[in-house]
């Protein structure tokens, strides 16, 4: 008995060592959002890719917990309230962006990391502007003022900007579809950007400032784009020249667009590519021995269920509870110096709080 209590142990003592190599806080933040994503769409992926005995990159995270994800004024929260509370700390009203349910802007994470003198960097496979990556770097009343958010983007001082939306960007004259005349991506280049809009062309930028709008809206991952793992790795790569630190935020925003389509093979997919998003992270982490990396959800979407495989889908069938969102708790990953605090059931409004506070900083 004694013996395997001492197993036990030494277990839970390795397992702290690998999730806090050191005593100090990290130096950089990635912070990766499955949009949608909820331990059902996790285990179906597990069984259609390395199988069912196999672990994802995400399963090889040494610590883990559950988020508790409703608004401010609904069980059932959108992505904009669930980003905000990710981004801020506070819980708002459906598809409000950062801001409190009567309108007082709140500060982000990655606003507090850009005033801390770190390097920042938002990644998406969907349209930019769209409300998870929004939250970390605008305010709005409405998850719909996308033009209002594009151009606080631009001028938000984040270093990294990778996804699609270039429609957003751009007037119409431009073939673009903001009402004003403003061509975002011209002022994003004085003010020292990179612009581009292919995945050689991201590969071969050397900028420290870049900006790659890769679809008019939503992104597809397929060539001339480029995966949200390549982005996610040349966003660290850039972030990473600040000796600084850096916060990044990638998110696999089209999890939540197949799940909402009930379309288990599509989950997959958008799944399996977010997971290499989650390896390139953890690589550099493991290498750099001062990120930590956390990867949750802000919502489920379609409570997605795996039930036993028949003929014609021979890794799984998915049940699913409707096409809408799910008022079920998520999972939370953590690697890195830090992770341990976010074991346990928290509220979602926790996690980046977790954050601020290993930087002695103090989020709203």
Same mark, same amino acid.
């Given at each position: 008995?004694?013996?395997?209590?001492?197993?036990?142990?030494?277990?839970?003592?390795?397992?702290?060592a690998?999730?806090?190599?050191?005593?100090?806080?990290?130096?950089?933040?990635?912070?990766?959002?499955?949009?949608?994503?909820?331990?059902?769409?996790?285990t179906?992926?597990?069984?259609?890719?390395?199988?069912?005995?196999?672990?994802?990159?995400?399963?090889?995270?040494?610590?883990?917990?559950?988020?508790?994800?409703?608004?401010?004024?609904?069980?059932?929260?959108?992505?904009?309230?669930?980003?905000?509370?990710?981004?801020?700390?506070?819980?708002?009203?459906?598809?409000?962006?950062?801001?409190?349910?009567d309108g007082?802007?709140?500060?982000?994470?990655?606003?507090?990391a850009r005033?801390?003198?770190?390097?920042?960097?938002?990644?998406?496979?969907?349209?930019?502007?769209?409300?998870?990556?929004?939250?970390?770097?605008?305010?709005?009343?409405?998850?719909?003022?996308?033009?209002?958010?594009?151009?606080?983007?631009v001028?938000?001082?984040?270093?990294?900007?990778?996804?699609?939306g270039?429609?957003?960007?751009?007037?119409?004259?431009?073939?673009?579809?903001?009402?004003?005349?403003?061509n975002?991506l011209?002022?994003a280049?004085?003010?020292?950007?990179d612009?581009f809009?292919?995945a050689?062309?991201?590969?071969?930028?050397?900028?420290?400032?870049?900006?790659?709008?890769?679809?008019?809206?939503?992104?597809?991952?397929?060539?001339p784009?480029?995966?949200?793992?390549?982005?996610?790795?040349?966003?660290?790569?850039?972030?990473?020249?600040?000796?600084?630190?850096?916060?990044?935020?990638?998110?696999?925003?089209?999890?939540?667009?197949?799940?909402h389509?009930?379309?288990?093979?599509?989950?997959?997919r958008?799944?399996?590519?977010?997971?290499?998003?989650?390896?390139a992270?953890?690589?550099?982490?493991?290498?750099?021995?001062?990120?930590?990396?956390?990867?949750?959800?802000?919502?489920?979407?379609?409570?997605?269920?795996?039930?036993e495989?028949?003929?014609?889908?021979?890794?799984?069938?998915?049940? @699913?509870?409707?096409?809408?969102?799910?008022?079920?708790?998520?999972?939370?990953?953590?690697?890195?110096?830090?992770?341990?605090?976010?074991?346990?059931?928290?509220?979602?409004?926790?996690?980046?709080?977790?954050?601020?506070?290993? @930087?002695d900083?103090?989020?709203?």
């Amino acid at each position: 008995m004694l013996r395997t209590l001492n197993r036990r142990l030494l277990l839970i003592a390795l397992v702290l060592a690998a999730a806090c190599p050191g005593s100090a806080g990290p130096r950089n933040i990635i912070l990766l959002i499955g949009d949608g994503m909820g331990i059902g769409h996790i285990t179906a992926a597990r069984c259609a890719g390395p199988g069912r005995d196999g672990r994802l990159a995400i399963d090889t995270m040494p610590v883990t917990g559950l988020a508790l994800t409703h608004s401010a004024n609904a069980l059932v929260t959108d992505s904009a309230a669930g980003g905000t509370a990710l981004a801020t700390g506070v819980k708002t009203s459906n598809g409000t962006i950062s801001q409190t349910p009567d309108g007082k802007p709140l500060k982000s994470i990655l606003e507090i990391a850009r005033d801390m003198g770190k390097s920042t960097g938002i990644v998406s496979t969907k349209f930019i502007t769209d409300a998870t990556p929004a939250v970390f770097v605008a305010h709005a009343s409405k998850r719909s003022q996308r033009e209002d958010i594009a151009a606080q983007m631009v001028a938000s001082g984040v270093d990294v900007i990778l996804g699609g939306g270039k429609q957003d960007f751009l007037p119409k004259s431009a073939g673009g579809t903001r009402s004003d005349d403003r061509n975002l991506l011209d002022e994003a280049k004085k003010l020292g950007f990179d612009v581009f809009d292919t995945a050689d062309a991201m590969s071969a930028s050397t900028s420290d400032r870049i900006l790659g709008l890769f679809a008019p809206s939503s992104m597809t991952s397929e060539r001339p784009e480029p995966t949200i793992a390549e982005m996610t790795a040349k966003a660290i790569s850039i972030l990473a020249r600040n000796q600084k630190g850096f916060f990044l935020m990638s998110e696999g925003a089209k999890i939540d667009s197949e799940a909402h389509a009930n379309n288990a093979a599509g989950v997959v997919r958008e799944l399996l590519i977010f997971d290499d998003a989650v390896k390139a992270a953890l690589e550099f982490a493991k290498k750099d021995g001062s990120t930590l990396v956390v990867v949750t959800a802000d919502h489920d979407t379609g409570a997605m269920s795996v039930q036993e495989p028949n003929e014609k889908n021979p890794k799984f069938t998915a049940g @699913w509870v409707s096409g809408g969102h799910s008022g079920n708790m998520v999972a939370v990953y953590a690697f890195g110096p830090g992770a341990q605090a976010f074991t346990g059931t928290h509220d979602n409004t926790e996690i980046p709080r977790i954050m601020a506070n290993l @930087w002695d900083m103090t989020l709203n």
